[in-house]
């Protein structure tokens, strides 16, 4: 069974620049969570989506989005980055959710350097 | 939010070696799981642990949950240098949505 796969491994932008990061979940699996890692916060739950629609939404500001396609696939999207959005972006998907304390599977990240 | 403080936040010893690593809260754990992550990938699910004074073994590691649901241990046994990775408890609630993790022991296991 494949895992998470996250796409791209490496990204590098510009301030105020917008990106996009996708996510491809475990087959059968209809909950996609993203989290952003840093040296300083650590782990930090952005949102989840559950059959395409955004069912908890962490702390972090309106330039973070996401998306959820009918195959379960996610994007997240960053507006007009900054440069303390550098960091590691992990998706992880589930087959009931967060809300469910269903196990979650982690990819292994896309790597964001802003400049 | 719950906070979870993961203590030492480096650790790095000899092939061989038993350590142990501390998650502590203030508050009260619904449950609690423990990753690791090694360099490059994604955190992986090692056990959630939710009863009070429940001990779970994986091979040479023992997880301990405490009495009290509010710190949790993981001890490992003859540690090898496969063990090297950053170690992460994480529970949820507290107010927050999502898995709130700790800033995570990272451990060095020399040869």
């Known amino acids: 069974k494949a895992g998470v796969t996250q796409t791209p491994r490496y990204l590098i932008k510009t301030r105020g620049q917008q990106v996009t990061l996708s996510c491809s979940p475990i087959?059968?699996?209809?909950?996609v969570s993203w989290y952003q890692q840093t040296p300083g916060q650590g782990l930090q739950f952005l949102f989840e989506y559950f059959s395409e629609t955004q069912r908890n939404k962490g702390n972090f500001p309106g330039r973070f989005s996401g998306r959820q396609f009918s195959n379960s696939r996610s994007e997240m999207n960053v507006s007009t980055l900054e440069l303390g959005d550098s960091a590691l972006y992990l998706c992880?998907?589930?087959?009931?959710?967060?809300?469910?304390?269903?196990?979650?599977?982690f990819g292994n990240g896309t790597r964001l350097t802003v400049t | 939010t719950q906070l979870l403080e993961q203590s030492p936040q480096f650790l790095s010893i000899q092939e061989g070696e038993n350590l142990t690593v501390y998650c502590n809260s203030s508050?009260?754990?619904?449950?609690l799981q423990w990753y690791r992550q090694e360099p490059g990938e994604g955190p992986v699910l090692l056990v959630t642990?939710?009863?009070?004074?429940e001990v779970k073994k994986l091979k040479r590691l023992t997880f301990q949950f405490g009495d009290a649901r509010k710190d949790s241990s993981l001890h490992i046994t003859a540690a090898q240098p496969g063990d090297t990775g950053l170690y992460l408890c994480?529970?949820?609630?507290?107010?927050?949505?999502?898995?709130?993790f700790g800033k995570g022991t990272h451990l060095i296991i020399q040869p």
């Open positions: 992880a998907s589930s087959y009931r959710g967060e809300n469910n304390n269903s196990p979650l599977h």
């Open positions: 087959s059968g699996h209809r909950s």
């Open positions: 994480a529970t949820r609630g507290g107010g927050a949505d999502g898995l709130t």
């Open positions: 642990v939710v009863t009070g004074g």
């Open positions: 508050s009260v754990f619904s449950s």
